[in-house]
């Protein structure tokens, strides 16, 4: 039987982003969506001619076909999950330095216009989704995407997210979803991920 796809560690404890992201939002939203994302798709890869093959590949292979929509749905949002927990540091937030802080500046002209796009990409979003800061060709851009999209099948490097879905902040924000994404950017941002996945081949 091929290995199964599996639920990585949080990279902190449930309790770490607290009062930004509550412990129960972290439990709801790692213990369970997250993990549901997992069980789906190991249910989906059996007997399947992708079983076996890597999360980046199962996204690939199924992202923008409507017969694998299930299969992409489950295995994008476990890719997207995984790189935003990652995303988030108990010491992260605020502005970088180096020269993150100079690509940001190149691109967004300051850090506070940066910070404005960022947060208007989380509001705006239509419904579920993510807001991105991704690499295209080097530069760096401010993206959204729907439901389970991902940045990287349209030749973009995701650097960071903001998890826009209702369950990412309802038990915290309620409806208020630009006061999370600006105590976000502000207090978890982790930018020192940020640069290695810019650095990153
Ligand atoms: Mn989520």
New binding site residues.
């Given amino acids: 039987m091929a290995d199964p796809i599996v639920l990585p560690p949080l990279p902190y404890a449930d309790s770490a982003l607290a009062p930004v992201i509550s412990a129960q939002t972290i439990g709801f939203?790692y213990g369970k969506?997250?993990k549901a994302y997992v069980d789906n798709l190991n249910k989906l890869l059996e007997g399947h001619e992708l079983a076996g093959a890597g999360l980046e590949t199962i996204v690939r292979e199924t992202a923008g076909k409507p017969e694998r929509a299930g299969m992409f749905n489950n295995a994008a949002?476990i890719w997207?999950?995984s790189f935003?927990w990652n995303c988030l540091s108990p010491n992260g937030g605020g502005q970088p330095s180096g020269p993150m802080a100079q690509r940001l500046e190149q691109a967004f002209g300051s850090w506070d216009h940066f910070k404005k796009e960022f947060a208007q990409a989380a509001l705006t979003q239509f419904g579920s989704g993510w807001a991105w800061l991704v690499s295209e060709g080097g530069a760096l851009k401010i993206v959204k995407t729907a439901n389970a999209e991902v940045p990287f099948t349209k030749g973009q490097k995701p650097l960071l997210t903001i998890?826009v879905?209702e369950?990412?902040y309802y038990l915290d924000y309620q409806n208020r979803r630009g006061d999370y994404a600006n105590a976000v950017i502000d207090k978890l941002l982790n930018w020192q991920f940020a640069a290695a996945n810019y650095e990153s081949v």
């Fill in positions: 939203h969506h997250h949002q997207n999950h935003y998890d879905w369950h990412a």
